[in-house]
Every structure is written in structure tokens, then in C-alpha cells.
């Protein structure tokens, strides 16, 4: 037991959980962190914070925690502790040997948004200078890169274009598919003082698309002016309706529409979701809600002010993902809403430095920035910073690498700080595709389930252990600052920041890096990446943070994007036609699983569980409506199986009317559900995010696990 006094020192630095990036001082004494205090001056916080930020970091010095590099030939062997420089070097010897043999492309890596700007940019530089492919992706591939497609081509970038305080100038706010009350705690309680009002000023109104009640449908002195129960997987037809009522009713901002956007794209689209078929009235059928409901959110969030759209996986994690946040763009075109304070399209990004994993090039087919691989300028400038030849053409995602491996073309991956095993659609699949390969390098914390299947394992550092940057939901970029030493210390007593490992491996296999300190590695991404362009240690240390873009258009940065014309030029209106998914209900599976986060817990787990915050959801429950229970003879609180076509499980059940009859919801956080044995292989058809939130399941009695 501890005794929190005046504390010797603190430090200042930023959550490693969700995309609020909230501050803390880390209250020291001696070596030993004692508190984390939110920190007033916080931009992105104000001094608040949730259960995770505040309590949950005593993963850091858990029992399972492994601090040493371990090696193994096969998989099947035991592990072998080794120091850093024998694993690093058995791990360069065997990406070599793979290189030569099967060629560049069979080697790959994922970069992580659990690790900072600086880390996830090494990991993409090390697979594309080093192993010589761009086969390199990271988590967003299945949480958000179809905001990165759907953002990207209509506006011209891809990130939210609002900072989280303009949410207190919204008059109408839309949450689709978000439930900020468990998953981005701090910004919901901002959302809420908005929707109570304040001062005389009268609360927002408030839109909740959400197959679920969330909490913010009906919490205190909140009552959501429309919920839309829609039926899991229709999004697009819900959009598409509401377009059809702000268009046939002659809701467009035409102005706005004539000045910032392209007007033949906006023609297409007006005549597409005028055609009577995408009325709310046909569209009832589909999407399960009200036409009148439809109607009555349509008109209000297109003449109720300043309209703001809060968005997160319930959008994304869909086979038409990318065409929900492109439909999503086009309303707020339509109606005027972007480029001001209190309107706007914001993703609700999951992961503590997801936006800046994407930011810093992790994806096959970008470099920093955003920039096209095939793009030769842009890939000359980054050939003579980094003195070798960048393959021309996108490399392979996520699940593209997982199925090269089980064809035998893909032999090796890099994973730093992500559990693909436990966090990716199809488990069997997954766990088919990394037993297939000659080298699994997973870069953890902790043994996870990933490493069942790994040859090497390289002991990662904490968010304490380092310095670094985040880059939050609002395109916040903030100082992570070392708290403490690195606790992955091999027999000599050697302890590297996941930079270091990163570099080290890289060295091994011969590339000569000599950065010292992760400011270096943020002056070269500022060289290299335009929107970054302003960005440096010393001015994030005298102003708390700074807002990308940040160059000689926006020296100061950009709390709110798009204000004097889309980063594109034109806003464009992109036509999205409803398709159902291919993953059907019926007589076997005749119910719709979907799933999300609980407050406590942090997606797999892996830190959270390993925190006092494990007592208060210790395990993963099913909900059910009331009638679907009555009519299985299924009891609250009795133990069910969950099957899919994919896959079964076991959990216990909880009733409730918070979802519809039709509908069952589960969270992800416990390895014994392992909920990803029952999702499917549908994916978005633009960027291959998996279909999380549609799975058709049967529900029966079980006798426990
Ligand atoms: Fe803030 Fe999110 Fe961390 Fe909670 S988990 S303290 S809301 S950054």
C-alpha cells in the first residue's frame, strides 16, 4: 500500500487508451508512479478523465508482463530467453534468408495505435526501406479506414473536421453508430452538458442511429428528439432516406452547394436519392424504422442550425462502410454543414493514436500524409531522405497478408503492439494464415494470443516507458513523456522503447539508423509530410499541442478543417447505393449479432484486465430482448451458445429491451468469449474492414463453457 502524499515529481503526459487523448500528470515517487491526475490545462480534457486513463495503468507492472526477448525455431517448441542483441539478430538473419529466397513482397508488418507517431513511422519506414515491400497496415484496417477511404474522397483528407470543443456551438447533433458513454467517456460528458444546455442557452437536439438504446438515447435531463432502432447493416438506406427528404423537400443549402462543391457530382447525387425507390417510405421495409421518423430526424438536422455528426465502428465495420461515410459527407454538404464551429463530420476514433498510425504512412498504399505510394514525387522526396528505391506499387493488407501466407506467398511479419489473433474477423482464418509462416515476430507487452503463433517475441515498452506523440480524434498531435525506465530489460540489464527495438532491428539488417532521441524522428516526418510540416518537440512542449495541418497555410494549426474550401478543392458528392449484406439470417441463424464496448474495458483487454478495472466487468455477456429469451426458454443470467456459420461460443446472458427483438449485442473484451469466432469474412469493398456488426447467430442453452 501506497501512501499518496505531495508527490516527489510529475510528469505530464497523454492516455494510451481511447481517441479522447486526455492529459495526466503522472504523480512520481521515486521510481514508482503513485496517481494519474488529469491535467486542468489538458486542451482535450479540461482536467476530466474516465476510469481507464485514471486507474487503469497497473498493466504496466503486471506479473504478465514479459520483459525479455524471446526466440523459438518452430512454434511448437518451448520459448528460449535470449538477450536483445541474439534475438534481434536471429530475427534479421530469418527476414534476410526469407527475403532472398521468396523476394521482398513475402515480408510484411503492422504498425500500432497503442505505439506514438514516431514508433508506428519507424515500423512503416523499416517495411518499406528495409524489407523492401509496402506490405505494411495497421489496426485502422479494421476499425476506421473506411473513414480514411469515405473522408478522403469527398473532402480530401482523412480525418474528423471538427476540434471536440466545437461541439458546444451544435444546435442538432447526429450520433450513427457511436456510443461515446462507454467508448470516449470524456467527450460524452462535453456532448451532454451541450444536449442539457447551460446558462439560459438551450440544449442541443439530438439524432441516435443505433440499432441499440444506447445511453444517450434516454440519460439524465437527455431524451434523444429521434431514435432510429434501425436493422443492423442498413445504414446506407437510413442516409439515403434522410437524403431524400432534405432534397425532395428542397432542404439543400444551395449555396453552399454552388460555392464549395463539385455541382455536377451534387446533381448526380440529388437525382439518385430523389428517385421515389429512396423514399422513407419504401425504405421502411429495409431499415425497420419508421418512415416518419426518417422524415422528422431528415428535417431536423437540416433546418435546426448548426448540425453536427459524431460517428464511429457501428459506420465503419459494415460491407458498406465506406459507402456510410461517404453518404454521411454528402448530408453534411448538402446541408451547409462543414467548415465552422459547431457543425461538422467526426469520426469517433477508437485507439489512443489510431488517426496518427494512419497519419504516418501505415497503410500499403500511403505514405505520411496521405500521399500515394505510386505518386513519384512524393516518392522521390522520400528516396533521397531515406537513400534507397521505394517499391512503385500498394502492398498487401491485413487479411490480403493472412491469405498470401496460406497461399505460401507471404512468409513473415513484424506485429508491433497488436493481438490479431483475438482482434480480427474469422479467428480460424487468422490462426491459419500466421501458422503458415516461416516468422511471426510479435512486439507485445504481454504474451497474447497472437504469439501462440510467433517465433520471436521482442518485449514492448509502456506509454510511461517513453517519449513520443499521440495524435487524439480531433487531429490533437500531444507529447507522451517518459515517466519511468523501460521495464523489458534482457539478462544484461538492456531495456529499449519500442523506437529503439525498431531501429535496432532495423540495424540488423543493416540500414545504419542513428536517431537518438524521438524528436529526430518528428523532424523527419516534418520534412516529409506537408501536413506536418510546422510540427516539433519544442513547440509542442511551449503549447501543450498542436492541430494538423500545421504549416505556412496554418502556422498555428487547425481546430477546425475545410473552413475556406475541402482540402480537395471541391467537396464531392459520391452517389451510395444501398446494398444489403451477403451475411442473410434464416431458419439456423435467424438472429443479428452486433457488438461493441463497455466503459471499464479496453477492446481485447489485454491492458485493461490487467488493471483493478477488471472488477467491474469481469466477463462478456449476450443481451436479448425479452421476447427472443421468452421464446428460446432462456433465463437472465443462465449461460448460452452463440453460433455463427463461422464459429461458436459461450457466454452468459443478460435481457433486456436495449436492443430489438431480432437483435443480440456483445462486447469483445475477454479472450474466454473470444466473441471473433462467430464474425464473418464480409468487409467493406473499398478498404477490406471487416463486417464486425452483422453476423447472423442462433442463440440456444448451454451448460457453461
Ligand atoms: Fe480520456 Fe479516453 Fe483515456 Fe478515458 S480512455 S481518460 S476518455 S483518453
Redesign the pocket.
Known amino acids: 500500500v501506497i501512501e499518496i502524499g505531495k508527490p516527489e515529481r510529475t510528469v505530464v503526459t497523454t492516455?494510451a487508451?481511447?481517441?479522447?487523448?486526455?492529459t495526466f500528470r503522472a504523480e512520481m515517487r521515486g521510481e514508482q508512479l503513485v496517481r494519474m491526475v488529469?491535467w486542468k490545462d489538458g486542451k482535450?480534457?479540461h482536467g476530466h478523465?474516465?476510469?481507464?486513463?485514471?486507474f487503469a495503468w497497473g498493466y504496466a507492472n503486471h506479473a504478465d508482463r514479459i520483459t525479455n526477448p524471446m526466440i523459438r525455431e518452430r512454434i511448437d517448441e518451448p520459448w528460449r530467453a535470449v538477450s536483445w542483441d541474439e534475438a534481434l539478430a536471429f530475427t534479421a538473419a530469418r527476414l534476410s534468408a526469407i527475403k532472398a529466397q521468396y523476394g521482398a513482397r513475402a515480408l510484411g508488418g503492422i504498425t500500432s495505435s497503442r505505439c506514438t507517431n514516431e514508433e508506428a513511422y519507424l515500423v512503416q519506414k523499416l517495411v518499406r526501406a528495409g524489407f523492401g515491400s509496402n506490405n505494411v497496415d495497421t489496426c485502422a484496417r479494421v476499425c476506421h479506414s473506411p473513414t480514411g477511404y469515405g473522408l478522403r474522397t469527398t473532402f480530401g483528407t482523412s480525418a474528423g473536421t471538427q476540434d471536440f470543443d466545437s461541439v458546444m456551438d451544435a444546435d442538432v447533433v447526429l450520433v450513427i453508430g457511436a456510443n461515446p458513454t462507454d467508448a470516449?467517456?470524456?467527450?460524452a460528458s462535453r456532448l451532454k452538458q451541450r444536449l442539457r444546455g447551460k446558462n439560459g442557452k438551450a440544449g442541443a437536439k439530438l439524432i441516435v442511429i443505433d440499432p441499440r438504446r444506447i445511453d444517450l438515447v434516454r440519460s439524465p435531463h437527455i431524451a434523444a428528439a429521434h431514435h432510429l432502432a434501425l436493422q443492423p447493416g442498413t445504414n446506407v438506406a437510413v442516409l439515403t432516406a434522410m437524403a431524400h427528404v432534405i432534397v425532395t423537400e428542397g432542404l439543400v443549402d444551395d449555396a453552399f452547394v454552388r460555392e464549395r462543391c463539385d455541382v455536377d457530382a451534387f446533381e448526380d447525387w440529388a437525382r439518385f436519392v430523389a428517385d421515389p425507390r429512396h423514399s422513407p417510405e419504401v425504405l421502411e421495409a429495409v431499415t425497420r424504422v419508421p418512415a416518419a421518423d426518417l422524415r422528422a430526424a431528415a428535417r431536423l438536422y437540416a433546418t435546426g442550425g448548426n448540425g453536427a455528426i459524431y460517428y464511429g465502428l457501428g459506420v465503419t465495420e459494415h460491407s458498406q462502410g465506406s459507402s456510410t461515410v461517404m453518404a454521411i459527407a454528402n448530408l453534411a454538404m448538402a446541408t451547409g454543414n462543414v467548415g465552422r464551429r459547431g457543425v461538422g463530420v467526426n469520426p469517433l476514433r477508437g485507439q489512443?493514436n489510431v488517426q496518427g498510425s494512419c497519419d504516418m504512412g501505415s497503410f500499403p498504399h500511403e505514405l505520411s500524409g496521405y500521399r500515394h505510394i505510386s505518386d513519384g514525387n512524393t516518392r522521390a522526396l522520400f528516396e533521397r531522405e531515406w537513400g534507397v528505391s521505394l517499391d512503385p506499387d500498394p502492398g498487401l493488407r491485413i487479411p490480403n497478408m493472412l491469405d498470401a501466407a496460406v497461399d505460401g506467398s507471404f512468409r513473415a511479419i513484424y506485429i508491433q503492439g497488436e493481438d490479431i489473433l483475438q482482434s480480427d474477423p474469422d479467428t480460424r482464418h487468422v490462426a491459419a494464415g500466421l501458422a503458415a509462416m516461416d516468422c511471426v515476430i510479435v512486439h507485445d507487452l504481454f504474451l497474447n494470443e497472437t504469439a501462440n503463433y510467433a517465433h520471436v517475441f521482442l518485449p514492448g515498452s509502456t506509454f510511461l516507458e517513453k517519449d513520443g506523440t499521440f495524435t487524439n480524434a480531433e487531429r490533437r498531435i500531444q507529447p507522451v513523456r517518459k515517466v519511468m525506465d523501460p521495464a523489458n530489460r534482457d539478462g544484461e540489464g538492456r531495456g529499449m522503447a519500442d523506437w529503439e527495438v525498431t531501429q535496432a532491428l532495423a540495424n540488423a539488417m543493416g540500414l545504419g539508423w542513428s536517431y537518438t532521441h524521438p524528436r529526430e524522428i518528428m523532424d523527419e516526418i516534418a520534412r516529409l509530410t506537408p501536413s506536418f510540416a510546422g510540427v516539433n518537440y519544442a513547440r509542442l512542449d511551449a503549447e501543450g499541442s498542436l492541430q494538423w495541418p500545421v504549416n505556412a497555410e496554418h502556422p498555428d494549426g487547425s481546430p477546425i478543417m475545410h473552413e475556406a474550401g475541402f482540402v480537395r478543392g471541391k467537396g464531392l458528392f459520391v452517389v451510395t447505393d444501398y446494398v444489403p449484406t451477403d451475411e442473410k439470417t434464416g431458419p439456423r441463424f435467424p438472429l443479428l449479432l452486433t457488438t461493441g464496448r463497455i466503459l471499464s474495458q479496453?477492446n481485447v483487454g489485454a491492458q485493461t484486465r490487467r488493471t483493478a478495472n477488471g472488477v467491474w466487468h469481469k466477463e462478456d455477456v449476450l443481451e436479448m430482448h425479452p421476447t427472443d429469451a421468452e421464446n428460446r426458454g432462456l433465463a437472465d443470467g443462465g449461460w448460452v451458445r452463440l453460433a455463427s456459420r463461422k464459429g461458436e461460443t459461450t457466454l452468459r446472458l443478460k435481457v433486456t429491451d436495449r436492443v430489438a427483438p431480432g437483435v443480440v449485442y456483445t462486447t469483445f473484451h475477454h479472450p474466454e468469449t473470444q466473441a471473433n469466432v462467430v464474425t464473418t469474412e464480409f468487409s467493406d469493398w473499398a478498404t477490406n474492414c471487416p463486417e464486425y456488426k452483422v453476423t447472423a447467430v442462433q442463440v440456444g442453452a448451454s451448460n457453461g463453457p
Open positions: 492516455c487508451y481511447c481517441g479522447v487523448g486526455c488529469p482535450a480534457n478523465s474516465c476510469v481507464k486513463g485514471r470516449h467517456p470524456v467527450f489512443n479496453y
